[in-house]
């Protein structure tokens, strides 16, 4: 929490850059509800309000402030592992009423002048990365770099470059509302927004927000190929879809690593994947470690390694108390483990939130033994999600997969708690609001937590 303020008050000193073409720290209406508020409507939004506390809170409903914007009713969203890193405090800047959600799908309310292509009522989803569609990067649909749409300078000078801006993850990415929420603003929405066809359901659809680009992104971007055994750290949502995408891609093997309170995880995905391996950290036989199993498993390591956790969760003391200290952001355990389980000349693709720095890392056996570590970045979402459209229409990946929850955006709190404490074998929720479609089949029913 300290360091979130400390970067806040940084930010405030060095100033924003003046690249960004759209307006920056609206991460709630109620800012200044003159100016961003509807005067006439509130909606229900999930706020976070300082380190592991979110709260439900009534707000202005968003309005249009610039002429490419759209207003959506939000019908359906999620949570996401990343917003735990939000809860937590892990990313920094942070301000208390910070609307979150970076992940989400609607109906088109409202647009601004400028918007030609969306018509009232149309069903849509939203990229998480909030692109301008004319930079040197969004003219590759490498929208997750846009240059145009995030003016923080403290992320400029840590990253050597801006990302684009950032649905609901904070003011370090550009200070946006976020979708877990009953409406949302989406600047620039005709470039961030994609049409859904009826044949694709919201419980589909809404995850080429997100999930399923950036798992097929950590999976191409690595350079899954025909034969490679491919291990992957985390079991999670985006482990689970790069298991299958690597299958798609022609992996041979895969391995599924996870343990501790999500060991259910190893269970469920193997559950729908039969052919997937799995490994759990705490069952291994005294002396042993995940890369001896591995070496077991397969001669000389797995050929690609991906990294589907992140990098605040500690497994020893030492960076347990770095991080709380503040001498790292970031463990280096898991990077570490993966860079001695592979081949020689073996993939390391890095998918998993970092945020700034880590110590003990061990760029020795890098450089040794000609690992290939891969920063798989912010996935861009324009590069995929049309592809990734079709193959769920197609039936060559299907979201329902991996989600095992329906719950009402009301009870979001009780939602963050049990996800962050890996219970009641929550892989992935769809969020309802009150505009939301019946369940489409196969969906599960809804969860409520309220008495």
Known sequence: MAMSQGANLAEKALGHRDNAITEQNMTNPSRDAEKYGDPNETMKALAWMGKNTVRVIETPK??????????????????????????????????????????????????????????KDERVVCSFQIACGSCMYCKQKLSSQCERTNSNNTEYQMYGGNTAGMMGYS????????????????PLGEVNLLKLPADVPDEKGLYLSDVLATSWNCVVDTGVKKGDVVAIWGAGPIGQMCAEMSF???????????????????????????????????DLPK???????????????????????????????????????????????????????????????????????????????????????????????????????????????????MLSHRVKVDELEEVYSRFDKRQDNMQKVFVETRFSDPPCAGSPSLTTYKS
């Not at 093997?253 to 705490?282: C, H, Q, Y």
């Open 62 to 119: 968003p309005k249009i402030i610039e002429d490419t914007d759209v207003i959506l009713k939000v019908t359906g969203s999620t949570v996401c592992g990343s917003d735990l890193h939000l809860l937590h405090g892990s990313v920094i800047q942070l301000q208390k009423g910070d609307i979150l959600g970076h992940e989400f799908c609607g109906r088109v309310d409202s647009v601004g002048s400028a918007v030609k292509g969306l018509k």
């Open 287 to 401: 002396g042993e470690s995940v890369t001896s199993e591995l070496k077991k498993m397969v001669h000389g390591g797995p050929d690609v390694a991906l990294e589907c956790v992140a990098g605040e969760y500690a497994k020893g003391w030492g960076h347990y108390f770095e991080m709380m200290l503040g001498f790292e952001t970031d463990t280096s355990e898991i990077i570490n483990e993966m860079i001695t389980s592979v081949k020689s000349y073996g993939r390391v693709g890095v998918t998993g939130v970092y945020v700034g720095f880590t110590n003990h890392f061990n760029i020795g056996a890098v450089m040794e033994r000609g690992i290939r570590l891969i920063g798989n970045g912010q996935a861009p979402v324009h590069l995929y999600w049309e592809k990734l459209l079709g193959m769920i229409q197609s039936g060559a990946t299907d979201p329902l997969q």
């Open 248 to 282: 798609t891609n022609g992996a041979s093997r895969v391995i599924l690593i996870d343990g501790g309170a999500a060991s259910w995880r190893l269970d469920m995905v193997k559950g729908k994947m039969p052919k997937v391996e799995t490994l759990n950290f705490t």
């Open 171 to 186: 003011h370090f990415t550009g200070g946006f509302a976020g979708g877990q929420s009953e409406y949302v603003r989406v």
